[in-house]
């Protein structure tokens, strides 16, 4: 219900420690929506993190590509890392199947990106390689920095295994629902 009232332009949550007055916008914030969608976007936070952690496997083998990839091309693996990197996640794919006056949700995915490639999806080139049907989070150019080449590694890396557990596994089962509930409510704004 919260989602066909509430419009689709404010139907987002930002965990962010420095962004605090950004967090959701108010009318979601009074809703169980707005409260399950901060819960999802703060297990993202953590899961992220643990995929990061270098005593994780996924982490452990995240730094050892990073740190070898450093070393083959600037001959030193002592390079400085940005250990914070948001992930975003948004909606991707919705297939709504309709059979008289009923609608079913058949196939959703969820994207999950670094900010860096969310923000480029915002701008105006983002929209530019849309509509070309271009994914700017796909167009790598090479790293000119041991910042941009671990910033690389981790975007190869991180967010495909982000974006399996987002789409298919436990912990976010959850905002998977939220998402179903979201596409029917947008599908019945528009159609009913």
Request: charged share 25%; proline share 6%; net charge neutral.
């Amino acid at each position: 219900l919260a989602s066909l009232t509430i419009p689709e332009k404010d139907q987002w949550v930002h965990l962010s420690p420095y962004e605090k007055d950004r967090i959701l916008p108010s009318e979601l914030g009074a809703t169980e929506l707005g409260r399950d969608l901060l819960a999802q976007d703060y297990l993202l936070k953590q899961v992220t993190a643990s995929f990061l952690h270098p005593a994780q496997e996924l982490g452990k083998a995240c730094w050892a590509r990073v740190y070898a990839r450093a070393k083959k091309e600037f001959g030193t693996s002592d390079i400085p890392v940005d250990t914070f990197n948001k992930v975003w996640i948004k909606a991707d794919q919705a297939d709504v199947f309709v059979q008289k006056d009923t609608a079913f949700v058949v196939g959703s995915h969820l994207k999950v990106m670094l900010e860096s490639d969310y923000l480029a999806l915002q701008k105006v080139e983002g929209g530019r390689l849309k509509a070309e049907g271009k994914d700017p989070s796909t167009i790598h150019h090479p790293p000119s920095t041991s910042q941009d080449l671990s910033k690389q590694l981790i975007r190869e890396i991180i967010p495909p295994e982000l974006e399996k557990e987002v789409n298919i596994g436990k912990t976010f089962a959850p905002l998977r629902q939220i998402f179903h509930a979201m596409i029917l409510a947008t599908w019945y704004k528009k159609n009913l």
